[in-house]
């Protein structure tokens, strides 16, 4: 017997990641990955981690720790995070901070709330998988978002919307150091972003998990800080920020949190209720614990770190790359995005990169919401040691110039 005649037909738009497969390929160790976009073990405050989780579960708040939690999330934490949002011009308080399991538990929680079936999601063309893989369960149509320019009017997506049976509910995108892209907005396409969901009477969903991984260039205030400077505050502004501890912490206690308006953050928390009823509450308590007294420091030493790393692949790709490759140079995050030439499927390389050269990436296509460019790669430079960006990538360049 199956039960697979009895799966909703919303099932059928679920896919597997690409990046969750690929990472199976870490467990060979003869297999250079540029694949996964995760951080490196050796950045993990480690003994800070141990230090608070022995100190939480020997000292008088045991219980609390393995109790159960409130749907909110753990309120110094939540605290700790409103001031921080508060020193990247967001003035709010705790009652504007929602924790999740991730941020990734953030797009699904979004998605289930904003999307009905045939409701139009602006992203970009490409944008990060995994807010894909949680939008398309709740069978949005999507529409291609061009920051950068382009020549959709508020009224034409709007139309397109009402074609494809619904409403635009929001755009979604990755402002700083983008996943897959490395590229980040400025701040008058910021600006362009609100002034077009403004016309579409539309929310802004803003992915902030790579902020903090800046290398060089100038900041660039957030997608909510302009937010509320023009709203006149947060409780007035589309913007909901999704931020998350996973790159500069440690992904593996899964905390992220959500920084919005209210009236979102109730709906978040009702979502929540009958999904986990709430994020780990140890988790919680030890993240708060660590971040209180790390993570300025753990901030400046990725960065020192991963911005060596992305040096060294750039150097790496900029002395054996075919002239009719080109690359993206990010100010920060962790990926460089390649474009090949177009007869060149990059699904196709992969294989033979794996059978042939031992080195793996991630497809183009993948981030691709009509599954188009499949002649780009997304190169991740964060576990690259100077080893693997001196033997992976040229390997890759001689196995993309045979082509």
């Not at 230090?51 to 409130?70: M, N, R």
């Amino acid at each position: 017997m199956t039960l697979a005649p009895l799966f909703a037909g919303r099932a059928s738009r679920m896919r597997a990641s690409e990046i969750r497969e690929l990472l199976k390929l870490l467990d060979q160790p003869d297999i250079i990955s540029f694949a996964g976009g995760i951080p490196d073990p050796a950045m993990f405050p480690h003994e800070a981690f141990r230090q608070a989780y022995a100190d939480v579960l020997s000292g008088p708040g045991a219980d609390a720790a393995l109790q159960y939690q409130v749907s909110e999330g753990y309120l110094p934490l939540r605290r700790w995070l409103a001031a921080e949002m508060g020193r990247l011009g967001v003035p709010c308080d705790e009652g504007n901070i929602f924790i999740t399991s991730g941020s990734q538990q953030a797009l699904d929680y979004l998605g289930k709330l904003f999307v009905s079936p045939a409701d139009t999601v602006l992203v970009t063309w490409p944008t990060y998988l995994g807010a894909l893989q949680a939008f398309n369960a709740y069978e949005p149509h999507y529409e291609r978002l061009t920051p950068a320019g382009g020549n959709m009017t508020p009224e034409a997506y709007r139309a397109a919307a009402a074609k494809a049976g619904g409403r635009a509910k929001f755009a979604y995108l990755v402002p700083d150091f983008a996943n897959p892209t490395g590229e980040t907005l400025s701040r008058a396409e910021r600006e362009d972003v609100l002034d077009l969901a403004a016309g579409l009477d539309a929310a802004v969903i803003e992915d902030a998990a790579y902020q903090a991984l800046r290398y060089d260039g100038e900041p660039v205030p957030s997608i909510l800080a302009l937010d509320c400077a023009r709203s006149g505050g947060i409780e007035a502004a589309r913007t909901i920020y999704c931020g998350s501890f996973s790159k500069i912490l440690a992904p593996g206690l899964r905390v992220g949190w959500v920084c919005a308006a209210r009236t979102v953050i109730e709906k978040l928390v009702l979502a929540k209720q009958a999904s986990d009823l709430h994020s780990p509450s140890i988790n919680q308590i030890v993240i708060h614990r660590v971040a209180e007294t790390n993570y300025a420091s753990q901030v400046a030493k990725a960065r020192l770190h991963y911005g060596a790393r992305r040096d060294r692949m750039l150097e790496a790709l900029d002395a054996t790359m075919p002239a009719e490759v080109a690359w993206s140079r990010p100010e920060g995050g962790m990926f460089v995005w390649m474009t090949l030439p177009p007869e060149i499927d990059t699904t196709e390389l992969l294989a033979r990169a794996v059978a042939e050269a031992r080195v793996a990436f991630v497809p183009g296509h993948a981030f691709f919401a009509d599954g188009s460019g499949r002649n780009a790669l997304r190169l991740s430079f964060t576990l690259a040691d100077d080893r693997a960006v001196g033997e992976g990538i040229p390997r890759l360049a001689r196995l993309i110039a045979a082509g």
